[in-house]
């Protein structure tokens, strides 16, 4: 399976982005994660595809929302009033299998990731 992640860009703070993961096989769960600099790699959102459960870092809770388009074979991350601290590269990440709950917040869960994707937030 190939995901390919877009929709990153440059955005003043309180503005919203949407980023996309389109993936070339059928996966049955999704995560985005995103990486600042100097930082490690960390939870965002992630999506049981069966089912449209859905977990949120409380960092973004409130204000980014995952969602999926099962026709589409798409996940989306709605991004709403954006911080300069939200500033990172997003990676998409996806498994063809129902991740279990307690583990969709792991990166080892997913063996599937796209490239990444840009999003800038400016003060």
């Known amino acids: 399976v190939q995901l390919q992640a877009s929709g990153g860009g440059l955005v003043q703070a309180g503005g919203s982005l949407r980023l996309s993961c389109a993936a070339s096989g059928r996966t049955l769960s999704s995560a985005w994660f995103r990486q600042a600099p100097g930082k490690e790699r960390e939870f965002v959102a992630g999506i049981r595809w069966s089912g449209g459960r859905t977990d949120h870092a409380d960092s973004v809770r409130g204000r980014f929302a995952i969602s999926r388009d099962n026709a589409k074979a798409t996940s989306y991350l709605q991004m709403s009033s954006l911080k300069p601290e939200d500033t990172a590269v997003y990676f998409c990440?996806?498994?063809?299998?129902?991740?279990?709950?307690?583990?969709?917040?792991?990166?080892?869960?997913?063996?599937?990731w796209g490239q990444g994707t840009l999003v800038t937030v400016s003060s």
């Open positions: 990440a996806a498994h063809t299998s129902q991740v279990i709950v307690s583990a969709i917040r792991q990166m080892e869960s997913y063996p599937y």
